[in-house]
């Protein structure tokens, strides 16, 4: 209860530093998708569909109980995912929810009816850009879980697993929408603030990308948006071609 309480108050004193204010524009995406203002925060239609991770029992991604104890809540204000790297395995997030050479708080297994290893730990950002808008963050220990593959194989179905508003880990399921550029993907998955950096997950449990910009509205236009692994890897020094899965 103590460190819930740490981790709450974290999250609502910094929630307007969580992912980006007013002023963060999003990039080009494809333009058949009709997108509206940006904001941090996305309904994707006339309801909030966030499920409690362990209350959870749907089939959209395969072993979505080992998927969700890879993610992890970042200085109460963000998501991010322990992935897989032929380097070691790093937590990836979204660029503009840290800086290079932060040292952020990292905790996985902040959820309701916790069932996985409740490791609170630091790490230093070592790698950040703005476009793509990433991170990674070499951690100072490593949970006892499995890291996430990275892949470019896209799926019908998309899954988020997140800490909206740094609460419990929840997750929220969707369609795919289109994807261009090789750099940006968006899907009608609901997010909000602190879901920023949260993996988007294919219906084979590897990590597509990272979401960065919430801009579905309560009728159903318009749609969330990430950074593909594909563009991530394509600047990273850390990151290389061998971590990608076909899958």
Known sequence: MMLRAAIAVAAWSSIVMACGDDAHAPAPVCAALQLGVWSPRSQCGPSLDFTPINAYHGDAIADVQVREDAVALINGTCTGTLIAAAAGPVVLTAGHCVALGDSPLVVFNFEDDPDGDPLVTSGTVIERAAAPDYALIDLDALPAVTPTPLTTRP??????????????????????????????????????????GAGVLTESGALLGVHTDGECAADGSGANLGWTAAAILAVSSYLQPADLVDR
């Open 155 to 196: 799926s019908a179905r998309v899954a988020i697993i997140q800490h909206p508003r740094g609460r419990p880990k929840q997750i929220a399921v969707g369609d795919m929408r289109d994807a261009c550029d090789a750099r940006m993907i968006a899907n009608d998955v609901d997010t909000d603030v602190g879901s920023s």
